[in-house]
């Protein structure tokens, strides 16, 4: 009776993936193409490959690229984006002074109580403060940048290739086939964009929009790159502890193994009789 059972479950199964394959190839349509734009023109799923200090189980930051990212943060993308999981007292993990910090703080303009008065007034900013909100009145609306890197598929292999990944042109098989995909007024082609039109103008569209202190020359590339490495550490700030406890723990765990590894043989050497 069970086996019956399995038997027709195992049926149904098969019949609705069956379906499943011919709906879809219905739905390829006569001409070959899938009846979605993204689909077949987007590189959601082909991103650039990005390497960065920081990938793999033991991957640490790169403190010079993370300041480098920063900079190209605040001179180009804080206009638009906000940041506001970030406090301006957590760069101190890029490797700034106090000093450093208080001053970068100071810049920021932070509408907060007025401990005297109760009343909300504006004033600079503070180690403490986090990244204030940012007023856009531009076509669409720029997400907050701190979490984007675990929000989006590919992270910070996502935000490179976004950046990096304007088309002047659209392919004109697109427009043919769809021509609700064409770039429309205040758009952009962008085939890295879930849509594959994204309201933000290229931000990074021409080279040293940033001078880095460090003196790496700041082509759109490397500024791209920097800037995906800073949004790793924002949505991630303790993965250097995070990589670095886990470390110790396989260390541990070998040691652990090894102690006992030797004390089966001791023990097992007396009753065998070795
Ligand atoms: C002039 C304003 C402006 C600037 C400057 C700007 N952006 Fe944007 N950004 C936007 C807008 C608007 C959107 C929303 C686009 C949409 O939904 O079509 C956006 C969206 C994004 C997204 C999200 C895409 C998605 O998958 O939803 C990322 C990531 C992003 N921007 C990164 C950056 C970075 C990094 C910089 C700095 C190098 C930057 N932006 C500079 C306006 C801007």
Request: glycine share 8%; with cysteine.
């Amino acid at each position: 009776m069970i086996r019956i059972f399995s038997i027709l479950v195992g049926l149904f199964f098969t019949a609705a993936l069956a379906w499943s394959l011919v709906i879809d190839t219905v739905q390829l349509g006569k001409d070959g193409l899938p009846k979605n734009a993204a689909h077949e023109f987007g590189k959601a799923h082909d991103l650039k490959p990005l390497k960065l200090a920081s990938d793999g189980p033991f991957g640490k930051f790169d403190q010079a690229q993370l300041q480098r990212g920063f900079a190209v943060y605040q001179g180009v993308c804080a206009s638009c984006h906000s940041l506001s999981q970030v406090s301006y007292r957590s760069l101190a993990a890029l490797g700034y002074e106090d000093a450093e910090l208080k001053a970068i703080a100071a810049k920021a303009t932070i509408n907060a109580k007025d401990p005297l008065t109760g009343e909300m007034k504006d004033r600079p900013g503070m180690p403490s403060d986090k990244f204030p909100a940012v007023v856009y009145g531009g076509v669409g609306s720029p997400p907050d940048l701190s979490l984007i890197t675990k929000a989006r598929h590919g992270g910070a292999s996502y935000v490179y290739s976004l950046l990096t990944g304007y088309e002047a042109t659209q392919p004109a098989d697109l427009i043919k086939h769809f021509p609700d995909s064409k770039t429309g007024k205040d758009m952009h082609y962008n085939p890295y964009f879930a849509n594959l039109n994204i309201a933000m103008a290229p931000p990074l569209a021409s080279d040293g929009l940033v001078t880095y202190s460090d003196g790496t020359v700041a082509s759109k590339d490397q500024m791209a790159k920097d800037v995906a490495a800073f949004l790793v550490w924002t949505a991630e700030p303790e993965l250097n502890q995070r990589h670095q406890t886990g470390l110790w723990w396989i260390l541990f765990l070998v040691f652990a193994t090894t102690l006992g590894y030797m004390a089966y043989r001791n023990i097992w050497a007396e009753k065998k009789g070795h």
